[in-house]
């Protein structure tokens, strides 16, 4: 009876407890959800995971601690010790998973990024300094520069992950009196990337002091570049494949191009290979348009059509959901991969 009388005369207070705490972590969870589908609209990678349309789920004492601490503080200081998000690194003693989620390793990330957004600001302004503005009715060849790190140069560039090294071997075999415009990939300053990382102290000075070498603002169109270039050299670029669907020849440095064989690319690891292209180039090779639409019909006839997890804009308005992309990546595998093709087969896929 006592006891009874006990536990109702606790239900207020109870209730009451319940009345505080409760708003109080469904703040914290609009936090947190605002957070994460604000990385899952723009980069779509969270943590460990790949958000699939939904916020991780946290604890509520996570939850409870967060709001105590960060919910009543302004919105720029909640921002820079909010949720790590979008990151794939790892603090040392620490599970990958809960790695830079606690207010310390939330401090330490702030400040690394911090530091990236200022490397970056200032190689920006080293190469806005350095960049010239360029003439497109002389002879050139067009060098756009690839976004590192990625895997595009390393590991499919070979030695040729270094650019320097590309750059060099064009201005030293390239037809006297053509130039060598080089631009950087716009990616490289992105505050949320890792650009700074793969640009040391001094390399557009290094660049822009290989003879014939031009370094070209970033707001020069890359279309009006590759319309007047003699030649595009890249490693293993898109904008390879934009210059042939636009007839204009391409030297490849990277063995992992998936164009490689196509007509028009020259594939050139060395420096004869890069001289015998050049005499093709100047005299007069054009690119054979019949050849090059067989190639994309066999493009066509072995590809897959597969997402394959960027969660770009392009492949969110796809529609190929992700069992889809499992399912035709897995019978493409089977396929080719039981096949004895002639050359670097993976590249059929």
Same mark, same amino acid.
């Given at each position: 009876?006592?006891?009874?009388? !006990?536990?109702?005369?606790?239900?207020?207070?109870?209730?009451?407890?319940?009345?505080?705490?409760?708003?109080?972590?469904?703040?914290?969870?609009?936090?947190?959800?605002?957070?994460?589908?604000?990385?899952?609209?723009?980069?779509?990678?969270?943590?460990?995971?790949?958000?699939?349309?939904?916020? =991780?789920?946290?604890?509520?004492?996570?939850?409870?601690?967060? &709001?105590?601490? &960060?919910?009543?503080?302004? !919105?720029?200081?909640?921002?820079?010790?909010?949720?790590? @998000?979008?990151?794939? $690194?790892?603090?040392?003693?620490?599970?990958? =998973?809960?790695?830079?989620?606690?207010?310390?390793?939330?401090?330490?990330?702030?400040?690394?990024?911090?530091?990236?957004?200022?490397?970056?600001?200032? $190689?920006?302004?080293?190469?806005?300094?350095?960049?010239?503005?360029?003439?497109?009715?002389?002879?050139?060849?067009?060098?756009?520069?690839?976004?590192?790190?990625?895997?595009?140069?390393?590991?499919?560039?070979?030695?040729?992950?270094?650019?320097?090294?590309?750059?060099?071997? #064009?201005?030293?075999? #390239?037809?006297?009196?053509?130039?060598?415009?080089?631009?950087?990939?716009?990616?490289?300053?992105?505050?949320?990337?890792?650009?700074?990382?793969?640009?040391?102290?001094?390399?557009?000075?290094?660049?822009?002091?290989?003879?014939?070498?031009?370094?070209?603002?970033? @707001?020069?169109?890359?279309?009006?570049?590759?319309?007047?270039?003699?030649?595009?050299?890249?490693?293993?670029?898109?904008?390879?494949?934009?210059?042939?669907?636009?007839?204009?020849?391409?030297?490849?440095?990277?063995?992992?191009?998936?164009?490689?064989?196509?007509?028009?690319? &020259?594939?050139?690891?060395?420096?004869?290979?890069?001289?015998?292209?050049?005499?093709?180039?100047?005299?007069?090779? @054009?690119?054979?348009? @019949?050849?090059?639409?067989?190639?994309?019909?066999?493009?066509?006839?072995?590809?897959?059509? !597969?997402?394959?997890?960027?969660?770009?804009?392009?492949? $969110?308005?796809?529609?190929?959901?992700?069992?889809?992309?499992?399912?035709?990546?897995?019978?493409?595998?089977?396929?080719?991969?039981?096949?004895?093709?002639?050359?670097?087969?993976?590249? #059929?896929?």
């Amino acid at each position: 009876m006592i006891r009874r009388v !006990a536990i109702a005369r606790m239900r207020p207070v109870r209730n009451a407890v319940k009345d505080v705490v409760r708003p109080v972590l469904k703040a914290g969870r609009r936090i947190r959800a605002r957070a994460a589908d604000r990385t899952y609209r723009t980069r779509g990678l969270m943590r460990g995971r790949i958000l699939r349309g939904r916020a =991780p789920q946290f604890t509520w004492k996570q939850e409870l601690f967060d &709001f105590a601490v &960060f919910g009543w503080w302004p !919105a720029p200081i909640r921002r820079a010790i909010g949720p790590i @998000t979008g990151i794939h $690194l790892k603090e040392p003693g620490v599970s990958y =998973p809960k790695s830079f989620q606690q207010w310390s390793g939330r401090l330490t990330m702030r400040l690394l990024e911090w530091r990236s957004v200022r490397r970056k600001r200032w $190689l920006l302004r080293r190469y806005r300094r350095l960049s010239r503005p360029v003439e497109l009715s002389v002879p050139y060849v067009y060098v756009p520069l690839h976004f590192q790190p990625e895997r595009t140069t390393s590991a499919l560039g070979g030695a040729f992950a270094n650019q320097l090294l590309m750059v060099d071997l #064009v201005a030293r075999t #390239v037809p006297p009196g053509w130039r060598v415009y080089v631009k950087e990939h716009p990616s490289q300053f992105y505050p949320k990337f890792a650009g700074e990382r793969a640009r040391f102290p001094g390399y557009y000075e290094r660049l822009a002091s290989i003879p014939g070498v031009h370094l070209v603002p970033l @707001t020069v169109s890359p279309f009006d570049l590759i319309d007047g270039a003699r030649a595009v050299a890249t490693i293993t670029g898109t904008s390879g494949w934009e210059a042939l669907a636009r007839g204009i020849p391409v030297l490849l440095f990277g063995f992992g191009a998936w164009y490689k064989h196509a007509e028009g690319a &020259f594939y050139v690891p060395t420096e004869a290979a890069c001289r015998a292209a050049f005499d093709r180039l100047r005299n007069g090779y @054009t690119i054979d348009e @019949t050849e090059l639409r067989r190639f994309i019909q066999a493009v066509n006839h072995v590809a897959v059509r !597969a997402d394959m997890g960027y969660r770009t804009p392009h492949e $969110l308005e796809s529609g190929i959901g992700h069992d889809e992309s499992v399912n035709a990546l897995s019978e493409a595998l089977k396929r080719w991969g039981t096949r004895s093709v002639p050359g670097d087969w993976y590249q #059929v896929l």
